[in-house]
């Protein structure tokens, strides 16, 4: 089992609508956890960056950390055509280096 | 302006041909990473340096090797035992392995075979 499952998508919603993502981890020593946002042919960015359980909240950007149930999401409010890319979640345990999520491929529809 | 920088954006290798990716950061970060992503595979870890002389071999280190001679390069070898090695290639850095900060990428190779 990989130690970071996400669903691939595609996902695609209209404009304005609130979209959640979503990732399952099995490794108990994740303390960090990230979200990256990749444009296609581009590197990935660093989105949002939130430490053990609780909600952090950046904008139209929500990240929900939920260490009980190994469950991590992120929110986008209000999305737009420019939030179409692919959204990568990430656990760090800090021994060793990030474990990444296959990613997930958003297309907001205008 | 800090950041990596990955080129050639675009590589054609040959049949039997070894290609080098160059990764350079002016973060001062110590640790740097090299990533493979393919289609609907994620990123995949292929080798990584915490410091300067030394690495560790990733996930998928088979074909591939590495150097760290100093502090700001990285750089990535595709050699000709690596027989599928058409994909995106990333680099990252962060500032110290077991730091618990995050780590920032290039914008990557795109590699080919002709």
């Known amino acids: 089992q990989k130690e970071v499952e996400q669903d691939p998508g595609p996902l695609s919603v209209p404009e304005g609508a609130i979209v959640s993502l979503n990732c399952t981890y099995s490794?108990?020593?994740?303390?960090?956890f990230m979200w990256y946002r990749q444009y296609s042919r581009k590197g990935p960015e660093l989105l949002m960056y939130?430490?053990?359980?609780g909600n952090k909240e950046d904008g139209r950007f929500t990240a929900q950390v939920d260490k009980s149930s190994k469950y991590i999401s992120l929110f986008i409010r209000d999305s737009q055509p420019s939030d179409s890319a692919t959204y990568l979640c990430?656990?760090?345990?800090?021994?060793?280096?990030?474990?990444f999520g296959k990613g997930t491929r958003l297309s907001v529809i205008a | 302006d800090g950041g990596i920088t990955q080129s050639p954006k675009y590589l054609f290798r040959k049949e039997g041909q070894n290609v080098t990716l160059s990764c350079e950061q002016n973060?001062?970060?110590?640790?740097m990473y090299w990533y493979r992503q393919d289609p609907g595979q994620g990123l995949r870890l292929i080798y990584y340096s915490q410091i300067v002389n030394d690495f560790q071999k990733g996930d998928i280190a088979e074909g591939y090797s590495v150097s760290r001679e100093k502090k700001e390069s990285f750089p990535l070898t595709v050699t000709s035992a690596q027989k599928n090695p058409t994909a995106f290639y990333l680099c990252?850095?962060?500032?110290?392995?077991?730091?618990?900060?995050?780590?920032?990428f290039g914008d990557g190779t795109r590699l080919s075979i002709l």
């Open positions: 939130t430490y053990s359980s």
């Open positions: 490794n108990s020593a994740f303390q960090y």
């Open positions: 990430a656990g760090d345990s800090g021994n060793t280096p990030l474990v």
């Open positions: 973060l001062n970060h110590d640790a």
């Open positions: 990252a850095s962060t500032i110290l392995q077991g730091s618990n900060q995050p780590q920032h």
